[in-house]
């Protein structure tokens, strides 16, 4: 069995987000880390080589991006793929999330995966829908947020939390799946396979080489345009008080809520 | 002339709550740009033309109706997908929730349309709807314009009010699908299932939410001990994370795929704040949290914020409460 992992790299949580005012986009240039949903769909594809119930011969994480995104692979090999695949063109910068979509399912034709798995959600954006716009271009049957999922036959049997409680989902195989961050705990990479990971196969492919239509991608080939961005009604901030001294702190609490009849 | 196409999900002969936000949202602005609201559903028997004709109640003036596994996406977007390339619907608008996004996605890619998810607003701007979508943690709205014909708009859980405008049946139509294969790969086991106990936390006056930050399933018994300090009409509620952990009951769940609540007091102790958590719970009049991350989101849409140590404040708290009531 052949897994691939989408991957990609997010602002690190520490970095302050905002929208660059002379492109309209996203400031991506603090970013530095591997989304952490997708730390758990590279997990879940070790759990399934470890389980031993079916044979993975490969795990490839694939990425769309600049430059810099080189890293989330490095990250992505040093938990556990064996190689890496970054799709990189200027023609994609700007691609909305169908583009994407479809500029990923052309890079991953070319693997012809058995599994292709993906986090739930990235912490920037896209919630919830890559995989989705993945599989209908892959012609594969898929399921998103999926927190249990096991090898029976030619099958995956997923659970998920869904309107009305949880769901058990039987999917045949090829198939795509993106996970929730409940499937498993993902390892921390050694040492060594951290110092490893630049040295592990990396293919760079431009967007011909995987046969994207141009006029599919990038900001022209987008069908949704979002340059214009405004403000949120502002909202009076909430009291916040640090607890130095417990026994205050719980007092303040008590007074606060006294004075809104709520005790 | 714009029609606009809905989903309506349905469970047990129940519609979706959402789902009848986003058929009267869609009611409103179809007569805005000068067309008509319909609405796809696909099920079973429990599909009856009754059901189906109640849809006009909310706006929908056509219901196409298509015989098929419920609860999966892919094969809505098969039905969908059809109905637009006959009837040429110009927006496809769903509710919040977990299929709208996965039917939504997969139709953009099938349709090559543009999709906007997380959507909180809609407005017509001329014969074109504009959605608008709050991003980087609601800090900021990003406006969506469509081209091409076919614009698809996710909205977030709770974005749309139920609005009883129509007073006449819609008309129910049966549409013929013959399924894609991979529509007919996915197979639905077991739905529904409720893990955990039944408990009720709809009708509370005063909720107790738990999150990760309790550290484990036997620290939810703070969360208990305050709600029953509080007494009366209070109960404890609890996150998503917690809920797929297998510490508290799936029926207690605020949230993007649990319950929407409102009550007078909401304390959130060791609930960090995501999206998916605060579309539950954003409208109950009061909020207190509890956290030791002082950078928590839940910060940013509290009424008042306590950085410490659940640990050390709710026994503490507990106690006064139960004083003060005493008093």
């Given amino acids: 069995m052949k897994i691939c992992v989408l991957v990609k790299e997010v602002p690190d949580a520490a970095v302050e987000k905002r929208i660059d005012p002379s492109t309209g986009r996203m400031d991506r240039s603090g970013e530095k880390n ?105 012609k594969m049957p898929s399921l998103t947020q999926v927190i249990k999922m096991d090898v029976e036959g030619g099958a995956l049997r997923c659970e998920r939390q869904a309107e009305y409680g949880y769901d058990t989902v039987s999917v045949e195989l090829p198939a795509v799946i993106s996970v929730g961050d409940a499937i498993n705990e993902p390892r921390y990479p050694s040492l060594k396979a951290i110092m490893g990971a630049k040295k592990k196969p990396l293919d760079n492919v431009a967007a011909g080489d995987v046969g994207i239509d141009p006029s599919l991608v990038g900001a022209d080939g987008s069908r949704v345009q979002c340059g214009e961005f405004k403000d949120p009604p502002a909202k009076a901030a909430g009291q916040i008080i640090e607890d130095e001294d417990t026994a205050e702190t719980v007092e303040k609490i008590i007074a606060w809520l006294d004075e809104r009849k709520l005790i | 002339m714009a029609d606009i196409l809905t989903y309506v999900l349905h469970y047990e002969g129940a519609l979706n709550k959402n789902s009848l936000g986003a058929v009267s949202e869609g009611a409103k602005l179809a007569a805005e740009i000068g067309g008509e609201c319909h609405a796809v559903v696909v099920g079973g028997d429990d599909l009856t033309d009754e059901l189906c004709q109640t849809l006009g109640s909310y706006g929908a003036t056509k219901v196409f109706r298509a015989t098929g596994p419920e609860g999966l996406a892919q094969p809505v977007i098969d039905v969908m997908a059809k109905v637009i390339e006959e009837h040429g619907q110009a927006y496809a608008l769903f509710g919040g929730g ?66 009883k405008t129509g007073d006449s049946a819609a008309e129910v139509i049966d549409v013929e699908i013959e399924y894609s294969p991979w529509s007919t790969q996915a197979t639905m086991i077991q739905r529904g299932e409720q893990r955990g106990a039944d408990v009720d936390i709809e009708g509370a006056d005063i909720l107790v939410a738990g999150g990760r930050g309790l550290g484990k399933a036997e620290g939810f018994q703070l969360a208990e001990n305050l709600a029953a300090a509080f007494g009366g009409n209070s109960a404890v509620a609890a996150t ?19 319950k929407t609540v ?20 954003q409208s ?33 708290l507990t106690e006064a409460v139960k004083a003060k009531k005493g008093s």
């Fill in chain 1, 34 to 138: 591997l989304n952490p949903y997708d730390t758990h769909a590279i997990e879940a594809a070790m759990q399934l080589r470890e389980g031993g119930a079916v044979e993975v011969d490969e795990i490839v994480a694939v990425t769309m991006g600049p430059e810099s995104a080189i890293r989330a692979l490095h990250k992505a090999v040093s938990l556990g793929a064996d190689r890496s695949l970054h799709l990189s063109d200027v023609s994609l910068a700007g691609s909305d999330v169908a583009a994407t979509g479809y500029a990923l399912s052309k890079a991953l034709e070319k693997e012809q995966p058995d599994l292709v798995l993906l986090g739930q959600q990235s912490d920037d954006g896209e919630c919830y829908t890559i995989g989705a716009v993945v599989a209908d271009h892959l």
């Fill in chain 2, 98 to 163: 977990l299929l709208g996004f996965e039917i939504g996605a997969g139709l953009a890619a099938r349709r090559n349309a543009g999709v906007t998810m997380e959507v909180t607003a809609v407005r017509a701007e001329g014969a074109e709807l504009v959605a608008e979508r709050p991003i980087l943690g609601d800090s900021k709205i990003s406006v969506s314009h469509y081209r091409g014909g076919l614009g698809i708009i996710i909205g977030r859980i709770n974005a749309f009010e139920i609005a």
């Fill in chain 2, 240 to 258: 998503r994370a917690v809920v797929d952990a297998g510490w508290y009951p799936y029926a207690a769940q605020i949230g993007q795929t649990g």
């Fill in chain 2, 262 to 281: 409102a009550p007078k007091l909401y304390l959130a102790a060791g609930i960090s704040g995501a999206i998916q958590h605060k579309v539950g719970m």
């Fill in chain 2, 284 to 316: 109950s009049e009061n909020i207190v949290a509890i956290n030791k991350d002082a950078n928590a989101p839940i910060f940013e849409f509290s009424d008042l914020g306590i950085v410490g140590d659940l640990n050390k404040i709710l026994p503490k």
